[in-house]
Nanobody, 117 residues
């Protein structure tokens, strides 16, 4: 199975930046799209950004222009550069990766991002 580990979360002040990373590990798999979702207290999990193996990207309107998703296919790693952070960005951010073989999407354990006023 695919194991995803996020890192880079933490506490920042409004207007600051964070860079999240997520490394996929395992054997016998091929990863297609990767992405980041987030879940704030009292809200449903929502899509933040997605990136295909060919580096085509999609962003939530709420983060467009502030966040940038990228990936390193050779290292099976996806990144999320978050700039101009706002308090409403506070959430647990979950890395995800889709198997090219069976379409199953795997999820990381989540990393907390807290943006203070």
């Amino acid at each position: 199975q695919v194991h995803l580990v996020e890192s880079g979360g933490g506490l920042v002040q409004a207007g600051g930046s964070l860079r999240l990373s997520c490394a996929a590990s395992g054997s016998g798999f091929s990863i297609g799209t990767m992405g980041w979702d987030r879940q704030a207290p009292g809200k449903q999990r929502e899509l933040v950004a997605r990136i295909t193996r060919g580096s085509s990207t999609n962003y939530s309107d709420s983060v467009k222009g502030r966040f940038t998703i990228s990936r390193d296919n050779a290292e099976n790693t996806v990144y999320l550069q978050m700039n101009s952070l706002k308090p409403e960005d506070t959430a647990v951010y979950y890395c995800n990766a889709e198997s090219r073989w069976n379409g199953v999407r795997y999820w990381g354990q989540g990393t907390q991002v807290t943006v203070s006023s």
